[in-house]
């Protein structure tokens, strides 16, 4: 008996160390993703260097490497742990009882609050692909780095929800039969251009303004016999 009682609390005194490990592990993960958001954001993908994000976090390099395989890795899994929180507000919206109207106004107004808060992390990887095609200059060792299958399936998930959301219109007469992935990717397109505009973006627009804006030309167009008597 007292033999059994020993292994017992060994045993749980183990489990109890191997929880602790974990959730240091994942403090200190979560930390590091904080901080090298920001140095990304501030600095773009190609400016950014591991020296630098274990200067900012004050952690050592050889720290870094026992949480991320190198920058590439650091960098797209600030952007998966993103995109996990929105994926979880566009499911959520996609599953409650509203029209498919309503639903798609209120997943354009998630994305753009989205954008809004990590506008700064997108734009660096977008400027930074869109400046590398433009000058093909990449310094020496420096290769910008190709999206990974994982967020690749991440943003499919996002786009799918999307889909889900058109083609409950389109069942229910609401939609013209249109083909889901057409319409979310000119959805996106929409979004993409209101966050990334370039030099003819004259006008400053609040992420519910652009919402609003957004909605109204994907839901209903510009022909006059399109537009529902009320637009909120």
């Not at 140095?39 to 994000?53: A, C, E, H, K, P």
């Not at 400027?127 to 310094?139: D, G, I, N, P």
């Not at 290769?143 to 943003?155: D, E, F, S, V």
Request: proline share 4%; charged share 30%.
């Amino acid at each position: 008996m007292v033999i059994s009682y020993f292994k017992r609390k060994k045993k749980k005194m183990k489990e109890l160390r191997e929880k602790r490990r974990e959730l240091h592990y994942q403090q200190n993960r979560n930390f590091i993703l904080g901080i090298a958001e920001d140095v990304f954001s501030r600095f773009g993908y190609s400016q950014t260097s591991m020296d630098l994000i274990a200067q900012e976090t004050q952690f050592s390099k050889a720290t870094l490497y026992r949480y991320f395989a190198g920058k590439q890795d650091l960098f797209f899994s600030v952007i998966q742990n993103s995109l996990g929180d929105l994926g979880v507000q566009l499911t959520a919206i996609q599953r409650k009882n509203f029209s498919p109207e309503e639903k798609i106004k209120k997943i354009v107004v998630a994305i753009f609050k989205f954008y809004h808060k990590k506008k700064n992390i997108g734009r660096a990887l977008f400027l930074e692909r869109m400046f590398a095609r433009k000058r093909q200059e990449v310094s020496p060792g420096e290769h910008h780095p190709q999206i990974p299958n994982n967020l690749r399936k991440k943003l499919l998930e996002l786009s799918e929800t999307i889909n889900e959301v058109i083609r409950e219109g389109i069942d229910q007469g609401v939609f013209a039969p249109v083909d889901p992935e057409d319409a979310s990717f000119i959805l996106g397109s929409l979004v993409r251009g209101f966050v990334f505009r370039g030099p003819l973006g004259r006008k400053e627009y609040s992420p519910h303004q652009a919402s609003e804006l957004v909605s109204r030309y994907f839901l209903y167009g510009i022909a006059r016999s399109n537009q529902p008597k009320k637009i909120s």
